[in-house]
């Protein structure tokens, strides 16, 4: 297709647009890496619309720059103007000409988008999340089913596969875990001891820190953590699967996509979530141990003390019940929004934004509606 | 025939994985302006050897040259010149999903070269011809594609550039045959008005049998290089099996009346 005569000699390639003399000058090869010179020069001579047109061809012509030279040459002569072609005329125009003929229809128009066409899109959007909300109720009613199958059979829970996700989840995730939970409880003692300083009432140090570990900074961060990392694999391993057809073969196979799938993935992080806020709250708590030694030259029997009357009964419990509902919210909404992946990778990855994004969001909505709860009822 | 020199040259390629050899001193030369064929059974290496034509991967021993520069030995720079010099479609048209037929088919325009906005559409329209889709497809998405128009939106995307050389794997894998021969027709139609070169890993044995000039058959390790009727007179055990067998049998009823062009 390329004919120049060898790539290690290039011809460079020129075009000209000489305007007094209505000519066009082609001099050289052009292959497609010509074709912005080729362009700018039919360019010249489409906004000059001479009244007769000499093409000079010099060289060789490939496919794309001819067709773009045919353009030229056809809008010219259909606008009464004489066009000449000279020297070596692309053999290839034949071909063009037989494919130009082919009735293909033409190239939708890009166009102004008009009134109809935004409200046309704004109610496509609104369909959109409606859809999405169904799809979320379907979800919800087809895992509850097979939940209340998996119940009465302890195959159907696929015990194999929820361990694995244990694993994978939780196991796994232990180091992070502890390492941002001692992180924030040296943050919250540093700032609750330089605050509490000018009171002399630095002693409360160990309060703050300890009350905030355990009734909400471990399972908080432990539940974003989990999110970040879980809610986002979830989603794209689903997606994946999603974009695959696995999903469907499964199905094909007689096999509930929901019980094998979905289930395993939320048994597995409503169990391991509690696990890990222990492992977030007992690091807090030696963070904040160490610190407040550091810091208020407390030693650690004395902190055991105070940790021991400033916690109550239900101090570290208040934090642990909310563990497994955290859980269970970033297992539904990653596992939901895998499974709504359709059609493209980019969707993957808006979902799988919208899987962590939104499992965060609905950590600290519960959060708060735990918060309140609390106080209402006093725990 | 003899003066004119060889398109691609590959030399010696030997490709292993960890203990497992895959090419053992793969040799062949592909002439300009022919289709050539390269069949194998599962796991015989057709893919890496194609990878490894494509430059996409380097070989552990051996040399493959395309029109006469040996692009085993470049740098990636200088290589990605010669990836100019070529289009590829892939198995399942690799077209990317998050983009429409019409973005798909200008980006390795736009990627490279500078162009106008109206020189890009007509450059569009001219490759959605040339590969006989319809023009309203340029709006669609992958996924709205029917499988014998995603193989034709690929072959317009690797048209783009106008290579010299096409390299299509398994171009008519997953077609109905009515869909399958008409892309058959559309390469021979691409190949001899333009004079393309056309490499192509097949298991079709329609396909080969109407397309393919010269068929590279990868057994044992080695390559064995024929004209479709030398490699179906062949008596290894692999390639009799291939080619006589209840598939087989179709490909040489066909070459009676088939191989007119």
Redesign the interface.
């Known amino acids: 297709?390329?004919a120049r005569p060898s790539?290690?000699f290039p011809v460079s390639f020129s075009a000209q647009f000489d305007p007094a003399a209505a000519r066009l000058m082609l001099a050289g090869d052009c292959?497609?890496?010509d074709?912005?010179v080729l362009?700018a020069a039919?360019?010249a001579v489409r906004s000059a619309v001479p009244e007769t047109l000499r093409v000079e061809i010099g060289g060789t012509l490939?496919?794309?720059p001819s067709?773009?030279l045919r353009?030229l040459v056809l809008d010219l002569r259909g606008a009464g103007r004489q066009v000449e072609l000279d020297g070596r005329v692309p053999e290839?125009l034949r071909?063009?000409d037989e494919?130009?003929a082919?009735d293909?229809?033409?190239?939708?128009a890009p166009g102004q988008a008009t009134f109809a066409d935004r409200f046309a899109e704004f109610g496509g959007s609104l369909r959109r999340r409606v859809a999405g909300w169904y799809e979320a109720l379907v979800f919800g009613g087809r895992l509850l089913e097979s939940a209340g199958t998996a119940w009465r059979s302890l195959r159907r829970l696929r015990v194999p596969s929820v361990v694995r996700h244990m694993h994978e989840t939780g196991v796994q995730a232990i180091p992070v875990v502890a390492v941002i939970a001692l992180l924030i409880s040296v943050i919250s003692a540093y700032i609750g001891a330089q605050q509490l300083r000018p009171f002399g009432a630095e002693i409360y140090t160990v309060d703050l820190v300890t009350i905030g570990v355990l009734r909400e900074l471990g399972v908080l961060l432990t539940a974003i953590m989990v999110a970040g990392r879980t809610g986002s694999a979830y989603a794209a391993e689903l997606g994946v699967m999603k974009l695959n057809d696995e999903v469907d073969a499964l199905e094909a196979m007689g096999m509930n996509p929901y019980e094998v799938l979905v289930l395993p993935r939320v048994v597995a992080l409503v169990l391991v979530m509690p696990l890990l806020t222990v492992v977030a709250d007992f690091m807090g708590l030696a963070g904040g141990a160490l610190l407040t030694s550091y810091l208020i030259d407390l030693p650690w029997s004395q902190f055991v003390m105070r940790l021991d009357s400033s916690i109550g009964d239900t101090t570290f419990w208040a934090g642990m019940v909310k563990a497994p509902v955290f859980g269970l919210l970033i297992a539904l909404t990653g596992t939901l929004r895998g499974l709504q992946v359709?059609?493209?990778?980019?969707?993957l990855g808006r979902l799988t934004t919208v899987a962590v994004v939104q499992s965060i969001f609905l950590v600290i909505f519960a959060d708060a509606l735990f918060a309140i709860y609390f106080l209402e009822i006093d725990f | 025939m003899a003066a004119v020199r060889p398109l691609i040259v590959v030399r010696d390629i030997v490709n292993r994985f960890g203990a497992q050899v895959v090419h053992d001193g793969v040799s062949f030369e592909v002439m300009p302006g022919e289709v050539f064929g390269i069949v194998g059974g599962s796991g015989s290496g057709k893919s890496v050897l194609l990878r490894t034509m494509l430059g996409l991967r380097r070989p552990d021993a051996g040399t493959v040259a395309i029109?006469?520069?040996e692009i085993t030995a470049m740098d990636d720079r200088e290589l990605r010149d010669v990836k100019?010099?070529y289009g590829v479609t892939f198995q399942h048209g690799a077209l990317?999903?998050?983009l429409t037929v019409?973005e798909n088919v200008t980006l390795p325009?736009a990627e490279?070269?500078?162009?106008?906005e109206p020189?890009l559409?007509?450059?569009?329209?001219?490759r959605?011809?040339?590969v006989?889709?319809?023009?309203?497809a340029?709006?669609k998405?992958?996924?709205q594609l029917s499988g014998g128009m995603v193989k034709r939106v690929a072959l317009a995307r690797a048209l783009?550039?106008?290579?010299?050389i096409l390299f299509l794997d398994e171009p008519t894998a997953g077609l109905d045959p009515i869909a399958a021969s008409a892309f058959d027709e559309l390469v021979l139609y691409l190949r001899d008005?333009?004079?393309?070169t056309i490499v192509m890993v097949t298991h079709d044995l329609d396909t080969l049998a109407r397309t393919c000039d010269r068929v590279a058959v990868l057994v044992d390790r080695k390559v064995i290089v024929d004209t479709l009727e030398g490699i179906v007179a062949n008596d290894h055990p692999w390639i009799r099996h291939y080619f006589h067998g209840g598939r087989g049998r179709a490909v040489r009823a066909a070459q009676g009346d088939g191989r007119g062009a």
């Open positions: 297709m390329r790539p290690d292959g497609m890496d074709a912005p362009a039919l360019d490939d496919l794309g067709w773009l353009a290839h071909f063009l494919i130009a082919r293909v229809g033409s190239l939708p359709r059609e493209s990778s980019r969707e | 029109e006469g520069r100019r010099r990317f999903t998050s019409a325009v490279v070269l500078d162009l106008d020189s559409a007509r450059l569009l329209e001219l959605l011809r040339m006989g889709l319809p023009l309203e340029a709006a998405h992958p996924a783009a550039l106008d290579p010299a008005t333009l004079r393309l």
